[in-house]
């Protein structure tokens, strides 16, 4: 969806030296398919999760706790009818069905991971145009945002969890959102800085283009392309902290099935039933990995420049 | 160079500040009330206001800030509420395990990811360099939890080769020390030693096409000699950087390797101070955490003139 909406408006990109052709390179690019492909799986997997054979993701069964995978069992329903259902990933300490909650878990993590790469990417954008154009602000700006990064994310993220009263999604979202920007405001504020002594930029401005105007239609096209790749890259590490955040028992409450949640809810255990880690795991892993790929490709693709320096 | 230091040195505490300010400023900028939820749900209205004093959060914010800073550059990082004892006293008793933990990583990491950076530029488009990049792409993917319940698995519980989890002090005998260090290192390695085999990769075949690599390959050096003296020397500066920029990374993974594997270090202590919200602990963490980050950031720019004599301050 990216790729086609960066499709129909780079023939109007003023930078001159992309390569015809972002979406042929792209799709040459063996990483950036699989890679693709695999986050729409993950995403119609998340999205089809009721239909995949799965239960309630909360339903606890006292009676089916920590069941190996492949445990089979019969429910019998009110009016007397029995059904049949194999626990493929197993059950855990509560008896809920270990299939049920990754499956259902994808939805959270890539929820996180797309809101809070459009957010970072938003505010990052926002504050990096206003950091680049407006001179004078941009020595305060750039003090706090070395601040911020001078904290590692995840001691940031965490101390921002501990703030609210029992985390919700929106606290992990701000949380996670927070370590993110500076980093988009620096590469923002440096694409800012060399596109204004662009002789074109410099024309503009001589026949007197608004500097909102100037913002829009030369600079913020500009940024199009680098944004895209931090952006999946974000998405990435976003999913990565969340379930971090999960795993140490400090997200999203425990009761949503979260990847991290299932693999915290596991920890106990981990010994004689290690499937409650390592499903979700290889789901986890599997996603970040697909992600990663796509935006290592698509860094390729997009950024030729950057691409040669990595 | 004296002077480059001090002016480098001069250039972090601006940096500390803005950091101090604004894990000052997160407690005091929380919609909510920070006095009522370190009370908990159960407290009454005076426990809170009891707290707030103890706090000092009835005072106008400047002179919190100013009361909060000069306590801590005095040494004193306040009493946390938790463990009731002083924060000092409690990073103190933490800070061995974590050190061991991170010393051991650098080095595992240094010495695995250098050699395989460097050997897969010397052997550019083989399948080394494939293997190399594919795990550098992998390190990064792959949780840092997983993989240490991975090894947990195979080494501890299949294999049965070493201690699951635990840690054990220095002082009561090195063997056990490092025994229940390694695998906890390992895993902690993994994204470590992605970042810098990849840097290592890329900076060194920057350097291989060089006239004085030819120049060093004609005059019938080894090739050996010519990786390690011509190669990797002046390919160092890059390197250098990311391993002092890791350390971020580091000390992430560090609060997630200490609770997979019960350390009793500071990360473990900065997940328990966020559960019980001990917001002494955590400021005090926090500080520590991002004074070392930027401090080992100082020293790695100070290094560059040892790693290439042409820089010069």
Not at chain 1, 191 to 199: A, D, G, M, N, Y
Not at chain 2, 18 to 41: K, N
Not at chain 2, 150 to 176: C, D, H, K, M
């Amino acid at each position: 969806m990216t790729i086609d909406a960066l499709q129909t408006e780079s023939p109007g990109v003023a930078s001159g030296s992309r390569p015809a052709g972002v979406w042929a390179t792209s799709v040459r690019n063996r990483g950036v398919v699989a890679g693709a492909l695999f986050v729409l799986f993950i995403a119609a997997i998340g999205v089809l999760a009721p239909l995949l054979g799965t239960l309630d993701p909360a339903e606890i069964n006292p009676a089916f706790r920590n069941k190996k995978p492949g445990m089979e069992r019969t429910m019998r329903a009110d009016d007397g009818t029995e059904t049949r259902m194999v626990h493929r990933f197993g059950t855990d300490t509560l008896g809920r069905d270990v299939y049920s909650r990754t499956l259902y878990g994808a939805r959270v993590s890539l929820l996180i991971g797309v809101t809070v790469a459009v957010i970072s990417v938003f505010v990052g954008l926002v504050v990096g145009l206003i950091a680049g154009y407006v001179r004078w602000l941009d020595g305060f700006i750039m003090r706090i945002m070395d601040g911020l990064m001078a904290i590692p994310a995840i001691l940031l993220a965490m101390g921002v969890v501990s703030l609210t009263r029992g985390a919700g999604l929106l606290a992990v979202i701000i949380a996670i959102v927070i370590p993110e920007i500076p980093r988009v405001v620096r590469l923002v504020r440096s694409i800012v800085l060399s596109i204004r002594e662009e002789p074109y930029v410099e024309a503009a401005i001589t026949v007197g283009t608004p500097t909102v105007l100037l913002l829009i239609r030369h600079v913020l096209p500009n940024t199009v392309a680098p944004l895209i790749v931090q952006g999946t890259f974000i998405c990435a590490s976003a999913i990565l902290i969340e379930a971090i955040l999960s795993f140490l028992g400090i997200g999203i409450p425990s009761e949503t099935p979260t990847w991290g949640n299932i693999m915290a809810e596991g920890r106990s255990l981990f010994r004689v039933y290690p499937h409650n880690i390592f499903y979700p795991g290889v789901f986890l892993a599997l996603t970040i990995l697909a992600i990663n790929m796509l935006g290592d490709g698509l860094r390729d693709a997009l950024d030729p420049r950057f691409a040669k320096r990595l | 160079m004296l002077g480059y230091i001090l002016r480098r040195l001069a250039a972090t505490i601006p940096v500390m500040l803005i950091v101090a300010v604004l894990v000052f400023l997160m407690l005091r900028l929380t919609p909510s009330d920070p006095a009522a939820i370190i009370a908990g749900d159960n407290a009454n209205t005076e426990q809170v206001e009891d707290i707030r004093r103890r706090l000092g959060l009835d005072q106008p914010i400047l002179t919190q800030f100013v009361i909060w800073m000069s306590e801590i550059l005095r040494g004193n990082l306040g009493e946390s509420f938790f463990f009731k004892k002083q924060v000092v006293e409690l990073i103190a008793d933490r800070i061995e395990p974590t050190l061991s933990l991170a010393l051991f990583t650098i080095l595992i990491a240094i010495l695995v990811a250098v050699p395989l950076g460097t050997l897969a530029a010397y052997r550019h488009g083989t399948w080394i360099d494939r293997f190399v990049m594919g795990f550098s792409v992998l390190g990064f993917s792959v949780p840092v939890f997983v993989v240490g319940y991975l090894l947990i698995y195979v080494f501890a519980i299949e294999l049965n080769w070493l201690p699951v989890q635990g840690y054990q002090r220095f002082s009561t005998g090195v063997g056990g020390w490092a025994q229940r260090l390694i695998l906890p290192s390992l895993t902690l390695s993994v994204i470590y030693v992605a970042l810098i085999a990849r840097i290592t990769r890329t900076s060194v075949l920057e350097v291989m096409n060089e006239d004085y690599i030819r120049a060093a390959r004609a005059k019938g050096q080894t090739e050996g000699k010519v990786l390690v003296r011509h190669a990797l020397a002046n390919a160092a500066v890059p390197i250098v950087t990311v391993i002092g920029l890791g350390i971020a990374l580091l000390i992430g993974g560090v609060v997630v390797t200490e609770s997979v594997y019960t350390i009793p270090g500071l990360g473990r202590l900065t997940v328990d101070a966020v559960l019980a919200r001990d917001y002494p602990t955590i400021q005090a963490v926090i500080l520590l955490f991002s004074l070392v980050y930027v401090i080992i950031n100082l020293l790695v720019d100070l290094a560059y003139t040892f790693f290439d004599p042409r820089i010069r301050y």
